[in-house]
């Protein structure tokens, strides 16, 4: 490219800045909601038939400490201890977030007067405690209320992930346990739940890295567990969490097998029934050639 040429192409993408940063000082771009709105697990197609509450928002927390006596890379990890009545943290934690999310990404320890005084910090909530950050065990802590228009439903307590091992108790009962870090999962605790009063949640949970297993062979990989994600070290419940009333007769989950050259879809329904049903319940679908 000759010398000429060159300067009109400086010439003209100099023009086209420039009338590029004039339209944006001129304009002004007004979103009329929240950006990028998160909504909940049921439709409104749902809502004749299923509901939902959110827990999410301020819980308590309870860091337990992992006992001196316990040997790391054993692949067991140490028992969680029942919560103690006043050893809440005076903190609330605010749910969903990880205990120790103020450590996540490139750390907190960054910024001027650190080694690293141009990376950028990952404190997401500066008002949680530094030692928070090195949290391996805890429990944390919720009250609820079941809507009165939830009478004739099945409640579902669903949570759309939480890092680590997880036990979760609903008035002092085990209501289920889980083991992961970024699945959902849900538990029926119908069972457990006053209709007409208040409702404590405990959560327990273990850090991942408790589970570790040492090997004379493969020293530098000691998880008994699916790794590879940048949330690895994450602990706690670090997705949404919600209550959802059902109904006692419900479609759980659906299969669907297209058979192309029959021009047809097989659907494998699996269903669960709460109620005392004397009679065959009865399934009507309409069919349709595709």
């Not at 909601?33 to 439709?43: K, M, Q």
């Not at 949570?159 to 083991?179: K, M, P, Q």
């Not at 997705?239 to 006692?248: N, T």
């Amino acid at each position: 490219m000759n010398n000429s040429i060159f300067f009109k192409y400086c010439l003209l993408g100099a023009v086209l800045s420039f009338l590029g940063m004039a339209g944006l000082k001129s304009q002004t771009v007004v979103f009329p909601r929240d950006f990028s709105p998160a909504e909940g697990l049921v439709t409104a197609q749902e809502k004749p038939f299923r509901d939902e509450v959110c827990l999410n928002g301020l819980w308590e927390l309870q860091c337990i400490p992992v006992p001196s006596s316990w040997k790391s890379g054993s692949g067991i990890a140490p028992e969680l201890s029942a919560p103690q009545p006043d050893k809440w943290e005076k903190v609330k934690i605010k749910i969903p977030s990880a205990i120790n999310v103020n450590d996540w990404g490139r750390g907190s320890n960054v910024g001027d007067g650190t080694q690293n005084p141009y990376a950028p910090g990952s404190v997401y909530f500066p008002s949680y405690p530094d030692y928070w950050k090195h949290t391996r065990m805890g429990w944390l802590r919720k009250n609820f209320r079941i809507p009165e228009e939830w009478t004739q439903k099945r409640v579902l307590l669903h949570f759309e992930a939480v890092a680590g091992d997880c036990i979760v108790l609903v008035n002092g009962r085990e209501a289920g346990h889980n083991f992961d870090s970024h699945l959902p999962f849900d538990m029926d605790i119908s069972d457990y739940i006053n209709r007409d009063a208040e409702n404590e949640l405990l959560v327990g949970v273990r850090h991942t890295k408790l589970f570790d297993k040492s090997h004379p062979v493969y020293k530098k990989m000691g998880a008994t567990y699916p790794t590879g994600s940048n949330t690895d070290d994450l602990i706690g419940i670090w997705q949404d969490v919600y209550l959802l009333g059902v109904p006692e007769v419900r479609i759980t989950d659906v299969f669907v097998q297209p058979w192309v050259d029959k021009n047809e879809l097989v659907l494998e329904v699996a269903m669960t029934n709460f109620q005392s049903l004397t009679e065959p319940y009865r399934w009507h679908f309409c069919r349709e050639t595709l």
